[in-house]
């Protein structure tokens, strides 16, 4: 019997929201992509984040993340989460590599949302298509 891809998310982020070291709350700030970045469809790039919690103290390195590509449209407060670049890697590093979807299209509304034991968003950046890639 095969799991849904949404249910075994939710599983892995209540694993580690349990695992998490003495309760803390993560929420570390996603430092790249900001609101500067371009990136293109089908390209490999480092999403990076502080390394450390709220409260200053460093992550554990037992704690794993979740790193999901969504879009926000104007006047809609929904994350539009659809693609699952990268799963299960420790939050202690500070970044973790990803490759876009190569049929995205080009919109200047997509955001990173890191999951720990909480989910932290970028600023909206852009994302060129396949018909405006830049080199």
């Known amino acids: 019997m095969r799991c849904h891809p ?11 929201f349990f695992a998490s070291t003495d309760g803390l709350a993560l ?3 996603i430092k790249v992509p ?13 999403v990076e984040w502080n390394t450390t919690t709220v409260s200053g103290i460093p992550i554990p390195p037992t704690d794993k993340g979740i790193v999901m590509l969504g879009y926000i449209n104007n006047g809609d407060f929904s994350e539009h989460l ?14 973790v590599n990803v490759t876009l979807p190569s ?7 997509y955001i990173i949302v890191l999951f720990g034991d909480s989910g932290n968003a970028s600023p909206q950046f852009t994302i060129l298509g396949e018909d405006k890639k830049q080199d």
Do not use: E, K, M, Q
């Not at 693609?83 to 890697?89: E, H, K, N």
């Not at 049929?103 to 509304?109: A, E, Y």
């Open 103 to 109: 049929d995205l299209p080009t919109g200047d509304n």
């Open 27 to 29: 929420n570390p700030p």
């Open 34 to 46: 900001n609101a500067h970045t371009v990136w293109n469809a089908g390209g490999t790039y480092a």
């Open 6 to 16: 949404f249910f075994s998310i939710l599983l892995l982020l209540f694993a580690a």
């Open 82 to 95: 659809r693609w699952t670049l990268a799963v299960y890697f420790p939050l202690d590093t500070g970044h």
